[in-house]
C-alpha cells in the first residue's frame, strides 16, 4: 500500500522505512521492559533540560544500573582500555545526552580515578553558566564553557605542569567542596585557524540511516550520513529577540574564507569517502555562501550539501542557481511565526511575502526547503495562529517550501524575550533562589486574551497535524480551521487572502 510514495527507488527506500518502524517498536520495547527514559536520539533528557536541582540526575546516578547503562559502562571501560587516555572531553550537546555522559564520568573515576575529565559542549554553554552544584564534580573534573578549543589547551598545558590552576581558561573546577570558575582572559583561537575536523577511529560506515518520514527534505536529518562542517562561527544577524544572542555560540561571529572552507571539505572528503556536506551554521551568511560555491565551482570539487540560512533578499534566484550548481540540494531556515506585526516583534529583519519570494528562487533552482515554524510568541492570539498556518498552507501550495517544523515558543534567560519581558508583554514566573544547576528555559505569563478552554499546547495540536499532511501533498487546498476543529470554541476565518502569496509571487 505504501509503493506510491517511494518512486523509483521503490523497493530500497519501502525497506528501509518499514526497518525504521521495526527500531523504533523496538525502542518502545526498551521503553516499556528495560528503560522507560530510553529513546534513540537522547536519553533521560528530563533530568536534565533546564533542571535548577541537580537531586534528579543524582538520585538517577545512584540508583542501580539498567541494562542500558550496563551496555554503556562495557564500552566506556573498552574505550578507555584501548586508548589509555590522561584526559577525557565529554562533549554534551543537548540535555538528552547529559545522564549519559556522567554515566561515562561514574564508570571512568571508578575503574580509573587517574584519568582527568572535562565536560563542555551546548548544554552546558547555554544552561550550566552559573554552575554552583558540587555534586557535578563526583563525575567529572572540570566543566568548560564556550568553544572549546581555548580552554581544552590550557587546561592540557595545566595538567603537563606548565600552567597554573589560576590560569585556566573559561573552567569550573571545585576547591574545598565548593565550585569556582577560573577564567584567565585569553583570545579564542580565530575561525580561519581551528583546524579542520576528524571522524578518525569513528566506525562512521555503522551508522545507520533512517527512514521515518517520507517527506524528501525531512529526511535529510536522518537518511544517510552528512560530514558536519560551519561556514561561520556566530550568526551574522544576531538581533531575534527569541535566540540567545549574547552568548558566544551566537554573538562571536567570525568567518574564514572560501580558499580555507574547501580545503577543510577536501581534507574531510579524503578521510571519510564521502562527499555529503551538512553546513551547521546558526545562519549561514549569503556572502560566504557564494564564495564557497565560486571556489567549488572553480576547484571542480562535486560534492552534496545543505544548510541552515536566514530567508533574507540577498538570497536571489541568480545566488539560488549558483548555489545548486556547487552542489547545493537542500536549505533550512526560520520563518517562525508567520505573521508580518511578530516577526518586526521578534526582529527577523524579514517579512512573509519576502519569505515566499527567497523560497521559491531556492525551489525554482531545484533546491529544497525546510522552514522552522514556531507557536506561542508572547501576544500571539488565535487569530495570529490561524493567519500564520494560512501563510503556511499556501506556501507549500506555492512550492515555496516543502517541508517544516512547528515548536512551541520557549523562553531562555540568556534571549532578549528573558532579559527585558515587558517589551514583550509578559511576567516571567521567577526560578528556584536555591536555583544551583540549569538554568535555561524559563516559565512566563502571557496576559494576552484566549477564548475559554483554548491554550497554545491545544493549538500545537493541530499545527502539528496540519503540517504533518501538508508534508505528504495531502488537504493543502482545505480550509485551515478544519485542523482547529478539536477546540471549545468557534474558529475564526483567515484575515490573510487566499492567493496572497501567489499574488507576491507573481
Given at each position: 500500500?505504501?509503493?506510491?510514495?517511494?518512486?523509483?527507488?521503490?523497493?530500497?527506500?519501502r525497506?528501509?522505512?518499514?526497518?525504521?518502524?521495526?527500531?523504533?517498536?523496538?525502542?518502545?520495547?526498551?521503553?516499556?521492559?528495560?528503560?522507560?527514559?530510553?529513546e534513540?536520539?537522547?536519553?533521560?533528557?528530563?533530568?536534565?533540560?533546564?533542571?535548577?536541582?541537580?537531586?534528579?540526575?543524582?538520585q538517577?546516578?545512584?540508583a542501580?544500573?539498567t541494562?542500558?547503562?550496563?551496555?554503556?559502562?562495557?564500552?566506556?571501560?573498552?574505550?578507555?582500555?584501548?586508548?589509555?587516555?590522561?584526559?577525557?572531553?565529554?562533549?554534551?550537546?543537548?540535555?538528552?545526552?547529559?545522564y549519559?555522559?556522567?554515566?561515562?564520568?561514574?564508570?571512568?573515576?571508578?575503574?580509573h580515578?587517574?584519568?582527568?575529565?572535562?565536560?563542555?559542549?551546548?548544554?552546558?554553554?547555554?544552561?550550566?553558566?552559573?554552575?554552583?552544584?558540587?555534586r557535578?564534580?563526583?563525575?567529572?573534573?572540570?566543566?568548560?564553557?564556550d568553544?572549546?578549543?581555548?580552554?581544552?589547551?590550557?587546561?592540557?598545558?595545566?595538567?603537563?605542569?606548565?600552567?597554573?590552576?589560576?590560569?585556566?581558561?573559561?573552567?569550573f573546577?571545585?576547591?574545598?567542596?565548593?565550585v569556582?570558575?577560573?577564567?584567565?582572559?585569553?583570545?579564542?583561537?580565530?575561525f580561519?585557524?581551528?583546524?579542520?575536523p576528524?571522524?578518525?577511529?569513528?566506525?562512521?560506515e555503522?551508522?545507520?540511516?533512517?527512514?521515518?518520514?517520507?517527506?524528501?527534505m525531512?529526511?535529510?536529518?536522518?537518511?544517510?550520513?552528512?560530514?558536519?562542517l560551519?561556514i561561520?562561527?556566530?550568526?551574522?544577524?544576531?538581533?531575534?529577540?527569541?535566540c540567545d544572542?549574547?552568548?558566544d555560540y551566537?554573538g562571536?561571529?567570525?568567518t574564514?574564507?572560501?580558499?580555507?572552507?574547501?580545503?577543510?571539505?577536501?581534507?574531510?572528503?579524503?578521510e571519510t569517502?564521502?562527499?555529503?556536506?551538512?553546513?551547521?551554521?546558526?545562519?549561514?551568511?549569503?556572502?560566504?555562501?557564494?564564495?564557497?560555491a565560486?571556489?567549488?565551482?572553480?576547484r571542480?570539487?562535486?560534492?552534496?550539501?545543505?544548510?541552515?540560512?536566514?530567508?533574507?533578499?540577498?538570497?536571489?534566484?541568480?545566488?539560488?542557481?549558483?548555489?545548486?550548481?556547487?552542489?547545493?540540494?537542500?536549505?533550512?531556515?526560520?520563518?517562525?511565526?508567520?505573521?508580518?506585526?511578530?516577526?518586526?516583534?521578534?526582529?527577523?529583519?524579514?517579512?512573509?511575502?519576502?519569505v515566499?519570494?527567497?523560497?521559491?528562487?531556492?525551489?525554482?533552482?531545484?533546491?529544497?526547503?525546510?522552514?522552522?515554524?514556531?507557536?506561542?510568541?508572547?501576544?500571539?492570539?488565535?487569530?495570529?495562529?490561524?493567519?500564520?498556518?494560512?501563510?503556511?498552507?499556501?506556501?507549500?501550495?506555492?512550492?515555496?517550501?516543502?517541508?517544516?517544523?512547528f515548536?512551541?515558543?520557549?523562553?531562555?534567560v540568556?534571549?532578549?524575550?528573558?532579559?527585558?519581558?515587558?517589551?514583550?508583554?509578559?511576567?516571567?514566573?521567577?526560578?528556584?533562589?536555591?536555583?544551583?544547576?540549569?538554568?535555561?528555559?524559563?516559565?512566563?505569563?502571557?496576559?494576552?486574551?484566549?477564548?475559554?478552554?483554548?491554550?497554545?499546547?491545544l493549538?500545537?495540536?493541530?499545527l502539528?497535524?496540519?503540517?504533518y499532511?501538508y508534508?505528504?501533498g495531502?488537504?493543502?487546498?482545505?480550509?485551515?480551521?478544519?485542523?482547529?476543529?478539536?477546540?471549545?470554541?468557534?474558529?475564526?476565518?483567515?484575515?490573510v487572502?487566499?492567493?496572497?502569496?501567489?499574488?507576491?509571487?507573481?
Amino acid at each position: 500500500p505504501l509503493a506510491w510514495a517511494f518512486g523509483a527507488l521503490g523497493t530500497h527506500d519501502r525497506a528501509r522505512h518499514l526497518a525504521t518502524l521495526y527500531l523504533n517498536d523496538l525502542a518502545d520495547v526498551i521503553r516499556d521492559a528495560v528503560d522507560g527514559r530510553f529513546e534513540f536520539v537522547r536519553y533521560a533528557e528530563s533530568l536534565a533540560s533546564s533542571q535548577p536541582s541537580f537531586d534528579p540526575l543524582a538520585q538517577a546516578l545512584a540508583a542501580p544500573p539498567t541494562l542500558i547503562d550496563e551496555y554503556l559502562r562495557e564500552l566506556t571501560l573498552e574505550a578507555v582500555e584501548r586508548h589509555q587516555p590522561s584526559l577525557v572531553l565529554l562533549s554534551v550537546p543537548f540535555p538528552g545526552a547529559v545522564y549519559a555522559a556522567l554515566r561515562m564520568g561514574q564508570t571512568i573515576k571508578a575503574a580509573h580515578p587517574d584519568v582527568r575529565i572535562a565536560l563542555g559542549g551546548g548544554f552546558v554553554n547555554t544552561e550550566l553558566r552559573e554552575l554552583d552544584e558540587p555534586r557535578v564534580f563526583d563525575f567529572v573534573d572540570y566543566v568548560t564553557l564556550d568553544g572549546g578549543e581555548r580552554p581544552v589547551l590550557s587546561l592540557i598545558e595545566h595538567l603537563r605542569g606548565q600552567r597554573g590552576p589560576q590560569r585556566l581558561c573559561r573552567t569550573f573546577v571545585r576547591e574545598e567542596g565548593r565550585v569556582r570558575y577560573v577564567n584567565l582572559a585569553e583570545p579564542d583561537i580565530p575561525f580561519e585557524d581551528i583546524g579542520t575536523p576528524t571522524w578518525d577511529g569513528l566506525p562512521i560506515e555503522r551508522y545507520l540511516s533512517l527512514l521515518d518520514m517520507l517527506n524528501p527534505m525531512h529526511r535529510l536529518w536522518s537518511d544517510g550520513r552528512w560530514n558536519k562542517l560551519t561556514i561561520a562561527h556566530g550568526c551574522y544577524w544576531k538581533k531575534c529577540s527569541f535566540c540567545d544572542v549574547g552568548l558566544d555560540y551566537i554573538g562571536r561571529y567570525e568567518t574564514a574564507s572560501a580558499r580555507t572552507l574547501v580545503d577543510r571539505i577536501e581534507r574531510i572528503v579524503e578521510e571519510t569517502g564521502q562527499t555529503g556536506f551538512h553546513f551547521v551554521d546558526e545562519a549561514a551568511p549569503p556572502k560566504a555562501l557564494k564564495a564557497l560555491a565560486e571556489e567549488l565551482l572553480r576547484r571542480g570539487l562535486t560534492i552534496s550539501w545543505w544548510g541552515n540560512i536566514r530567508f533574507e533578499k540577498t538570497f536571489t534566484p541568480e545566488l539560488a542557481e549558483l548555489l545548486a550548481h556547487s552542489g547545493c540540494i537542500a536549505m533550512s531556515g526560520g520563518l517562525e511565526v508567520a505573521s508580518d506585526r511578530l516577526l518586526a516583534l521578534m526582529k527577523k529583519g524579514v517579512s512573509v511575502e519576502q519569505v515566499a519570494r527567497v523560497t521559491r528562487g531556492f525551489t525554482d533552482a531545484g533546491i529544497l526547503v525546510h522552514a522552522y515554524l514556531m507557536y506561542g510568541f508572547p501576544t500571539q492570539t488565535l487569530q495570529d495562529t490561524v493567519d500564520a498556518l494560512e501563510y503556511v498552507r499556501q506556501l507549500f501550495e506555492n512550492s515555496c517550501i516543502q517541508s517544516g517544523f512547528f515548536h512551541r515558543f520557549s523562553c531562555t534567560v540568556h534571549s532578549p524575550v528573558g532579559q527585558n519581558p515587558a517589551e514583550y508583554g509578559i511576567e516571567l514566573i521567577p526560578l528556584p533562589k536555591d536555583a544551583r544547576f540549569a538554568k535555561n528555559d524559563i516559565g512566563f505569563v502571557d496576559p494576552t486574551p484566549m477564548p475559554p478552554g483554548v491554550d497554545h499546547d491545544l493549538l500545537g495540536q493541530g499545527l502539528r497535524k496540519a503540517i504533518y499532511n501538508y508534508m505528504h501533498g495531502l488537504c493543502v487546498e482545505d480550509d485551515v480551521r478544519r485542523w482547529f476543529e478539536h477546540l471549545p470554541c468557534p474558529v475564526p476565518r483567515p484575515t490573510v487572502k487566499r492567493h496572497r502569496i501567489a499574488r507576491a509571487l507573481a
